[in-house]
């Protein structure tokens, strides 16, 4: 399982990596559409679309993504910021008000239509995210997938070896506060390393130590649906991983509030851009 896990991991990597540094900003653009519909078909089995259902609401979202695409060409062109920035402050709301009182509840909504805007919400928010972030700077981007990516592998490694505290036990018994104090402490030594060699602020660190713990946050909600749908993994696609979901979880309330957070910054007069 665990080579498997790490087989998948690498090709995962290896992709990446090259379509950041090697395409074009469309098909960049593109290609992670490509992947935010596969998530959205996930989301739609989490909160138990009929197939039919589920059809439709991937065809929509298709059609809204490739909308979406098509507006620096269109006469709306000038409110594509607009519409982004609409995006992210929706996504960080949930992420800083509902999704706090979600899992402290654990209710099921069973209201279909305001889940699937929801999910259509947080994953086109997730999927600007991922596009923007290269166009500002690719390392940018990396820079973020790593800190998630570290926090999630620190946090399996110390939960394992030191877990003792369960963190949310009737979402997901096996995380443990043990694994997010390994997950911080992991980002600390990265984020340190960072600031040191880039002559960066160490308030790096502790903007690090945010993404870590929305990370978690995506985790769980994730975790939580599950549970609810009665399902294992969000899915099947990528061996020893489970879904697509399963594998951006921690990345959908983190690269929105980045990417937000940068927004904020440029309108507010600094330079963010390298």
Not at 225 to 238: F, N, V
Request: one cysteine or more.
């Amino acid at each position: 399982m665990l080579r498997t896990r790490v087989i998948t991991a690498v090709l995962l990597v290896t992709g990446l990596l090259l379509t950041v540094f090697l395409a074009s900003k469309p098909v960049w653009a593109i290609v992670m559409l490509g992947i935010s519909l596969l998530a959205v078909t996930e989301w739609s089995h989490l909160i138990k679309l009929s197939r039919t259902q589920s059809v439709v609401y991937v065809v929509i979202a298709a059609i809204t993504g490739i909308g979406l695409l098509s507006l620096p060409y269109t006469a709306l062109a000038s409110y594509q910021s607009h519409i982004q920035l609409s995006l992210l402050s929706l996504s960080a709301l949930f992420w800083l008000v509902i999704a706090p009182a979600w899992l402290k509840q654990r209710k099921s909504c069973q209201h279909r239509f305001m889940m699937c805007v929801l999910g259509a919400v947080l994953i086109f928010a997730t999927w600007v995210a991922f596009v923007e972030l290269r166009t500002i700077n690719p390392w940018l981007l990396i820079g973020a997938i790593a800190t998630v990516s570290l926090a999630d592998s620190a946090a399996y490694f110390a939960g394992k070896r030191f877990g003792r505290r369960k963190l949310a036990p009737n979402i997901s018994p096996g995380k443990t506060w043990e694994g997010v104090l390994g997950a911080l402490a992991a980002v600390t030594v990265y984020g340190s390393l960072l600031c040191y060699y880039q002559q960066i602020s160490l308030w790096l660190v502790v903007a690090l130590w945010l993404v870590v713990l929305f990370s978690v946050m995506g985790d769980l909600v994730e975790s939580l649906m599950k549970r609810q749908a009665g399902l294992k993994d969000s899915g099947q696609l990528l061996p020893g991983h489970g879904g697509i979901l399963d594998r951006i979880d921690g990345f959908i309330p983190t690269l929105p509030m980045i990417l937000l957070a940068i927004s904020l910054l440029h309108f507010s007069g600094f330079n963010v851009h390298g």
